[in-house]
């Protein structure tokens, strides 16, 4: 034990013999008999050093090992050899390490029942793994590498009770020799890419509790047999390719049932919901016709019938008794009639959905008594009469869609009361009357749709936290653009088209920093038209009065004899001129010298009228010789002081040009640092954080090259990218002029970083913010992917600002965000998605405050309609182009699939993107 704590890595664990000679106290590690030890549990501890390993297998006594959630690349070859003799181990536990290449066989180990291996990055074939382990009860391999067919042995015992090999790269059949193993209560094959079809013989599994088939290429029927598992209580086949109907009964023991994204036809069983065990259902993205079934059992929690081809009414007396009823989505389908009032009793209503219908009537005021609602969505009807005024007392409303209806009256002034509302969206209604001023008490807002209706009046102060759009358009309202919308700080949309609004377009249009789309067309605006970055896409057609910015004019040189006249007297000012300027840049560039050289010098006094940031720490990051050679931290400094160099503001950071001595130029970016979600305790872990990513090496990442600390802000060094942003590439100017070509080149590299940062060996870099606005250009087909150093020193749990502030910019954000709130290797997947999605349309990622991946996802239901979703002035230019752009689409829609489970890692993207060629 001696020895072991020394290996051991004592700081983590806080094994010291000297303090503590009995070892059965020491942390993580378990006793039985008095002295002999029995189990390790040092999961969590931070361990890269595999070698003490092998010293643990001298403890003979040994029944138990969890060496999870640490950072082990290797297992030694020791420990399978020593270890494997110690026949009273039953427990290993190596999940979510950082183990990789091809998998090493478990010799021996003849009493372990329980491995888990998840969560690494192993590869190869396990198919002999399991007939070692004759008593093995539980295998986990899940999130891995490995590939080939499911091993049809499983143990010679036939032990084996759970197997779970989720998220690998399985291909081939579910072989029919599994059903020998009669032990099993747990089978998970989810996310991988087995093909055919379910066996008929696991009906012979008479103690199977769960079986999960999501996510695969599985096709054909739904077995009817499983009906007579009688344990059976969670079957999800989802996201396959399985057809026919559903089989009458299969929910007579299973609780829970997934079959969505298929291709099931016929109708819904009349009994599929009337079992009282039965808690969830979804049987959505199918083609299931026919109507809901009025049996419903009471004891329902979530019930997800949406995007199918029902018809009917909403069967009404049953909600009355769903007293456990939590999610409830009809959505998308052909459902007619009212909105059953009954609805209102289901108080535990968390998410109701009844979008894309042909509902009629008017808004049960009964809804108003879901007190746990969170999420509304009744657009896309023919609802009618006045919005309730009841609808004002869901105080846990997050998200409030009635657009698309022909709903009258006017908007309730009390719905300020919705203070935890982030999405209002009542366009395409009748509503009428003004806009009540007790909306800019609405603190949460962050969208606002209220185009297409007949409101009037002028335009009040507005709830300052709005940032994905606040649309206006195509209603009556008049008089002059108010002031008060300068304070929409965060807007990036905004759309006052077709009013009768007049007077001239404000100046403080042009400094509203997150601002990428401006409509004001057809009004009755006049006067000039600000000057606009080129990263704004403005609209004022159909404003008959204004006049365009006039372009800067050319300057002119004064008459032949009047200049020789007065020669002499500029040539002295310039020179005195000169002389000032060299005097007064030498004196301040040796001030910045001593300031920075000084850096602990706490004495040190800076005129207040200096311009230039107090220096308190700064770092080289890089080994190139040559940025080392030239970064001159004074000059940077001296850049970022002065705001014409200014090239890029983002919501998190601003970048500046920066010329230095030799003339080579660099990116200087300034991080807040006086923002709290930038604190991270100290200088010191900023360094440590900072120096991982300086070793990072991969052309299509932007990597820091060095950093300087001021009071105030950070600044991280940068290879100047001279293309500027994806985004202004491609929505600017220059988009018409880019090619099929220089798209693919720029996805391929994009997706080559990703791959890189997600493979990263010590552990993954996930991005908190990946968007066409920080992927850099160095030419028209080399991308850099930027921002790689938000998730690692931002602190999400400081930020006082709205979701996308910490969890990407909208229209890029994965929709599980809003309610995990945590970064993760399928959330960038799907920010990537919507980039492909940019290249390939030609489209920003909001489109008129509409989000450009769900437009996708609404029209690629039909395969013939994948053409029109193209840029057609790039498709057009050959078929080949076209067919490649498709097969790229087809991936852009795998990345930004709804369940996270289902998107494909960046690995495989890469190679899909690369096999499109």
């Excluded at 969505?377 to 997050?398: R, T, W, Y």
């Excluded at 509302?421 to 909306?439: A, E, K, M, Q, W």
């Excluded at 220096?615 to 850049?639: C, D, R, W, Y």
Aim: proline fraction near 5%.
């Amino acid at each position: 034990m001696i020895k072991l704590s020394k290996l051991f890595n004592s700081s983590a664990a806080g094994w010291d013999v000297t303090k503590q000679p009995n070892p059965c106290l020491w942390n993580g590690v378990n006793c039985s008999g008095g002295s002999l030890i029995t189990r390790l549990s040092l999961s969590g501890f931070g361990l890269s050093d595999s070698k003490f390993l092998s010293v643990v297998c001298n403890i003979s006594s040994l029944q138990s090992l969890d060496v999870s959630k640490n950072q082990f690349s290797s297992i030694p070859h020791e420990f399978i050899t020593d270890c494997g003799r110690i026949g009273g181990l039953k427990l290993l536990n190596f999940s979510k390490n950082l183990l990789h290449d091809s998998f090493v066989g478990f010799d021996g180990f003849v009493g372990l029942e329980f491995l888990d291996l998840s969560d690494n990055r192993l590869s190869g074939n396990i198919s002999l793994l399991l007939d070692k382990l004759v008593n093995l009860k539980s295998l986990n391999v899940s999130r891995n590498n490995f590939e080939g067919h499911i091993p049809s042995n499983l143990g010679k015992s036939k032990a084996l009770e759970q197997l779970v090999l989720s998220v690998n790269h399985f291909s081939g059949e579910i072989p029919e020799q599994i059903a020998d193993y009669g032990n099993l209560t747990l089978i998970d094959f989810s996310v991988n890419e087995l093909s055919g079809s379910v066996p008929h013989r696991i009906v012979e599994l008479a103690k199977l509790e769960v079986l999960i088939l999501s996510a695969n290429m599985l096709h054909g029927g739904i077995p009817a047999n499983l009906s007579s598992i009688s344990t059976l209580s969670r079957f999800a086949a989802n996201q396959n390719n399985f057809t026919g109907s559903i089989p009458s009964g299969l929910t007579r023991y299973v609780k829970n049932l997934d079959l969505s994204y298929n291709e099931l036809t016929g109708f819904i069983p009349e009994d599929l919901f009337s079992y009282a065990n039965l808690k969830t259902v979804d049987l959505s993205y199918n083609s299931l016709q026919g109507k809901i079934p009025k049996k419903i059992s009471r004891g329902l929690v979530r019930l997800r019938l949406g995007s199918n081809l029902l018809v009917g009414e909403i069967p009404l007396a049953n909600f009355a008794t769903l007293d456990e009823l939590t999610y409830l989505e009809l959505d998308s389908n052909s459902l007619t009639g009212m909105i059953p009032p009954e609805l209102g009793d289901c108080q535990n209503l968390t998410l109701l959905n009844l979008a894309q219908n042909k509902l009629n009537g008017s808004l049960p005021a009964e809804l108003g008594n879901l007190s746990s609602l969170q999420v509304m969505k009744l657009q896309h009807n023919n609802l009618s009469g006045d919005i309730p005024v009841e609808l004002s007392q869901l105080s846990k409303l997050s998200q409030l869609n009635i657009s698309w209806n022909s709903l009258t009256g006017s908007i309730p002034r009390s719905f300020s009361n919705l203070q935890g509302l982030t999405n209002l969206n009542l366009r395409h209604n009748y509503l009428s009357g003004p806009i009540p001023d007790s909306i800019r008490n609405m603190n949460s807002l962050i969208e606002l749709q209220l185009g297409e209706n007949q409101l009037s009046g002028r335009i009040p102060f507005l709830p300052v936290k709005l940032q994905i759009a606040l649309n206006l358009s195509s209603n009556l309202f008049e008089g002059s653009i108010p002031d008060s919308l300068s304070s929409l700080t965060g807007l990036e949309v905004l759309d006052l088209s077709n009013n009768k609004l007049s007077g001239q377009i404000p100046e403080f249009f042009i400094q509203m920093p997150t601002l990428t789309q401006l409509i004001l067309s057809n009004n009755q605006l006049s006067g000039i038209v600000p000057k606009f970055s080129s990263h704004v896409s403005v609209n004022i057609s159909g404003n008959l009065n204004l006049i365009p910015a006039p372009a800067p004019a050319p300057a002119t040189s004064p008459p032949l004899a009047k200049r020789n006249k007065s020669v002499a007297v500029p040539i002295v000012i310039a020179l005195a001129a000169a002389v000032l300027a060299v005097g007064g840049v030498t004196i301040i560039a040796l001030l910045i010298s001593r300031r920075f050289y000084r850096v602990n010098d706490e004495q040190l006094q800076v005129g207040e009228d200096l311009p230039f940031p107090q220096v308190i720490q700064g770092n080289l990051l890089t080994a190139n010789g040559i940025h080392k050679s030239n970064i001159s931290f004074p000059k940077a400094m001296e850049a970022v002081a002065d705001p014409l160099n200014i090239v890029l503001k983002t919501r998190m950071s601003i970048y500046y040009k920066a010329i230095m001595p030799s003339g080579m130029i660099y990116f200087i970016k300034k991080l807040n640092w006086s923002d709290k979600i930038f604190q991270l305790g100290s200088h010191d872990k900023f360094d440590q954080e900072l120096e991982v990513l300086g070793k990072l090496s991969n052309s299509n990442v932007m990597t820091p090259l060095a950093y300087v600390l001021t009071a105030d802000s950070a600044y991280l060094f940068y290879e100047y990218a001279s293309k500027g942003t994806l985004f202004d590439v491609l929505h600017g100017s220059v988009g018409n002029a880019l090619d099929w070509a220089s798209r693919y080149s720029i996805a391929v590299g994009i997706a080559q970083g990703l791959a890189f940062l997600h493979g990263w060996t010590s552990s993954p870099i996930l991005l908190l913010d990946l968007s066409s606005r920080n992927i850099m250009l160095k030419s028209l087909k080399e991308p850099q992917v930027g921002d790689i150093e938000l998730c690692k020193v931002i602190d999400p749990s400081k930020s006082t600002g709205s979701l996308s502030m910490v969890a990407g910019s909208v229209g890029y954000i994965p929709p599980e965000y809003a309610y995990t709130m945590r970064v993760t290797m399928a959330g960038n997947v799907y920010s990537f998605g919507v980039v492909l999605l940019e290249l390939l349309t030609g489209k920003p990622a909001v489109c008129e405050g509409t989000e450009l991946a769900k437009l996708v996802l609404r029209n690629s239901a039909q395969r013939d309609k994948w053409d029109h979703i193209l840029d057609f002035t790039v498709s057009r230019t050959s078929l080949v182009v076209r067919n490649q752009m498709l097969a790229v689409l087809k991936v852009a829609i795998a990345c930004v699939n709804v369940s996270p489970e289902a998107r494909p890692k960046m690995k495989s993207v890469l190679r899909m993107l690369l096999n499109a060629r």
